[in-house]
């Protein structure tokens, strides 16, 4: 070996040992060392030694945190639940009938949704994958339902699919109805299928509740792969059939709601109070009274300290809408009303309303429970 | 605390209501223990109800037996709005008849019974309302790698049972586990129809005043066999949408979107939003769905580091910054120009296992 190739190599062993002391970090998990705090329950010390956050700023010290203690469990789910507490609490101030609504609460502003995921299958060497989406989850009897179901593959995989049937089951007696599929549109490895079935022309007999969607797809001839999406079917037991004029009482905005029962029980009214003009989520609105049968008024409240911690004035909208027959006691099932999409609500003067809230001596005896293990 | 004769309990009015005890208790307050799925029970077919309180007996026997006031004991070939809601609503009667919460009582459940604790709160106040009772005062629930989000496995185990095929085998595995290890169906699958990911997200949806204080885990009981087909992160049974409590159930790997599940502070993949007043309080990776009610588990989990959520108005729907904290770790290997990674976890505290820990810190 010439001196130059000695320092060549030299050279070359010189660089991957740098390399290797200074390669950036593994994306592998990182197995923290124990770590920085004295603990002592007091959260002045916590913070004395270790970096305090805040959602946007961060204060470093020069030195790590030395000597290196670590956080019991016990004392971090403490720090956790007085977190919790300050929460709890600052929701507390908004009536249980009058929640306070962000757009990001999709689950009570879109209630009656299906819930339903890919589910892969690998066939030879592709994967493919099916989604069922049913339009949502719950249909009444007199309905149609919609249902949009996309296979995913390579658009040799999607070849692979044969034969695809769609029906509708009963999850019950397992009787089955199949359903119209539209003509599938194919596009780079992706194919979406409608499917429907007018429920009140094609089901004649029907007394269950629980049903499903499913699919039995076959891959090149195998035997079929069953997939299935649950839904409901409800006959209606009620019918909102409009709104009355609103009013102001005890500092709620009083929404009166029209209903007509077939059967006399506890009826809940639950719905999303939208702003008109900018579509913003204020309030989720829960209302329950026991209503007879036939007409009825049941009040559904807008707390006035939501109205004005948003500050909105209206008109609003009421959407989301789901009117519930309550179980009473064991055997009576829950059942379901139907109401419009939306109702337009007309607008009020914030100034008639105060900033008070509300008083729950529950929610108090929850908090003072949830300070104390925080303490 | 008095000690109920279990036996003469049932036999006067079925429930499944006991007293287990006389060091019961939590803070002072009576404890409510809900049992999750047990699948093994759809083999052997309707249960009576002294088997259904040796399920319950067993089933909580290695850590929260003597910790609960009172049990629900459920049949998992019931369905919820069915048999199940009769025993429900026998045990809030009992409570109420009791006075059992007049100082507040805390339920503890684990699994799917965090969906039928969720059943119970939504109906109580109208069962009670119509027997002329007075309300329970229920301060909290804690809810052990809760399903209230529903399971993919529930969904694959009522596909496969409409196929006699079995087309694939890492299914079959699957739900194998998840039926109690046969490597065949039984005829009913019971709440396992409720368990599905839609149909428990769409049972009782009303909000309520009640804090569900959710634990959960990203471990592993079942050799991961399950993980293919539970969305995101997982505790081998239940994904971390459902027993974080989030508001859909789009695969997630941590509670928070600012944490992740080994405390890393980071942008996480965590949920959209969270179910009205439910509070993940402690995530950890090891946490298996099995270890963190008993020492059962391929995962003993507090020998990791757990990480708590940093709940926030954020991701409650509301915008109010607060302190946490945070600590750095930079390992030599990262180089001079890397920056540190910022964690918040909190250690194992010896061999304690994670519901001790948590009882301990509720019951101080």
Request: charged share 20%; glycine share 8%.
């Amino acid at each position: 070996m010439t001196l130059n190739k000695r320092k060549a190599l030299l050279m070359l062993s010189s660089v991957m040992l740098l390399v290797l002391v200074f390669w950036p970090a593994p994306e592998a998990p990182l197995k923290p060392q124990v770590i920085a705090i004295e603990v002592n329950n007091k959260a002045e010390v916590i913070q004395d030694k270790a970096k305090v956050v805040t959602k946007t700023t961060i204060t470093k010290q020069k030195s790590p945190p030395n000597p290196a203690k670590e956080v019991s469990v016990e004392r971090g789910m403490q720090h956790e639940m007085q977190r919790v507490a300050d929460i709890y609490e600052h929701r507390s101030q908004y009536a249980p009938y009058s929640l306070l609504l962000s757009a990001e609460q999709t689950d009570l502003i879109n209630p009656n949704q299906s819930h339903e995921s890919p589910r892969a299958y690998e066939v030879l060497n592709d994967t493919i994958s099916i989604l069922i989406k049913p339009s949502k989850y719950r249909f009444s009897d007199t309905e149609s339902i919609d249902v949009d179901i996309l296979i995913q593959s390579s658009e040799e995989g999607l070849k692979n699919v044969t034969e695809l049937e769609v029906y509708l089951r009963s999850s019950q007696s397992q009787q089955s109805w199949p359903l119209k599929i539209q003509p599938a549109i194919d596009q780079q490895g992706a194919r979406s299928i409608r499917a429907s079935i007018d429920l009140s022309s094609e089901l004649t007999s029907f007394s269950e509740k629980d049903y499903a969607i499913v699919i039995s797809a076959r891959f090149n001839g195998d035997s079929p792969v069953i997939q299935s999406a649950p839904i409901q079917i409800v006959t209606q037991v009620a019918r909102i059939i409009g709104l009355g004029s609103t009013r102001i009482e005890d500092n709620d905005l009083i929404i009166p709601i029209h209903i007509e029962t077939d059967q006399a029980g506890y009826y809940q009214f639950s719905a999303s109070l939208f702003d008109l003009a900018s579509n913003s989520a204020i309030s989720y609105l829960i209302s329950k009274d026991r209503l007879n049968s036939g007409s009825n008024t049941l009040n559904a409240r807008v707390q006035g300290l939501v109205l004005r911690d948003r500050g909105f004035s209206g008109p609003f909208r009421l959407q989301g809408i789901t009117l519930l027959k309550k179980s009473e006691y064991p055997g009576m099932l829950e059942q379901y009303g139907s109401a419009a999409d939306s109702y337009v609500i007309e607008g009020v003067n914030l100034e008639d309303f105060e900033s008070i809230p509300y008083q729950d001596p529950m929610a108090e005896k929850r908090l003072e429970f949830m300070r104390s293990i925080g303490q | 605390m008095k000690k109920f004769n279990l036996a003469s309990l049932v036999a006067a009015s079925g429930v499944m209501l006991a007293a287990t005890t006389a060091s019961a208790q939590m803070a002072g307050h009576n404890v409510v223990l809900v049992h999750g799925l047990q699948s093994a029970v759809l083999f052997e077919g309707q249960q009576t109800d002294e088997q259904l309180s040796r399920g319950g007996e067993a089933y909580w026997d290695d850590y929260w037996l003597d910790k609960g006031d009172y049990r629900l004991d459920w049949d998992t070939n019931d369905r919820v709005e069915g048999k199940t809601a009769e025993r429900a609503y026998d045990l809030v009667m009992q409570l109420s008849d009791a006075n059992a919460c007049a100082n507040g009582c805390i339920f503890v459940t684990h699994s799917t019974g965090d969906l039928i604790t969720r059943y119970l709160f939504d109906n109580m106040d109208t069962w009670l309302e119509a027997a002329g009772k007075p309300a329970l005062n229920v301060l909290a629930s804690i809810d052990l790698a809760g399903a209230g989000g529903g399971s993919e496995l529930a969904d694959l185990a009522v596909d496969l049972h409409q196929n006699d095929s079995w087309y694939y085998a890492p299914m079959k595995a699957a739900v194998s586990y998840f039926a109690g290890g046969t490597s065949t169906l039984p005829e009913n699958l019971g709440t396992m129809y409720d368990l599905q990911v839609t149909t428990a997200r769409n049972i009782a949806t009303t909000p309520n005043s009640i804090p569900r204080l959710r634990f959960v885990g990203g471990g592993d009981d079942a050799y991961k066999v399950t993980k293919a087909f539970l969305s995101g992160t997982d505790d081998s049974v239940v994904a971390l949408h459902s027993s974080c409590g989030a508001i859909n159930a789009r695969g997630i790997d941590s509670c928070s979107t600012r944490v992740e599940m080994n405390g890393l502070v980071d942008a996480a993949n965590g949920p959209d939003g969270l179910v009205y007043n439910n509070y993940p309080i402690l995530q950890g990776q090891g946490i298996s769905h099995g270890g963190i009610v008993s020492f059962f588990g391929t995962s003993n989990a507090i020998d990791d580091e757990l990480a708590y959520v940093r709940n926030s108005f954020a991701s409650n729907g509301l915008s109010v910054n607060f302190d946490t904290y945070v600590y750095d770790y930079k390992p030599w290997w990262y180089g001079y120009w890397s920056s540190a990674d910022q964690y918040q976890y909190v250690r194992g505290s010896g061999d304690k296992m994670i519901s001790e820990i948590i009882y301990d810190t509720f019951n101080h």
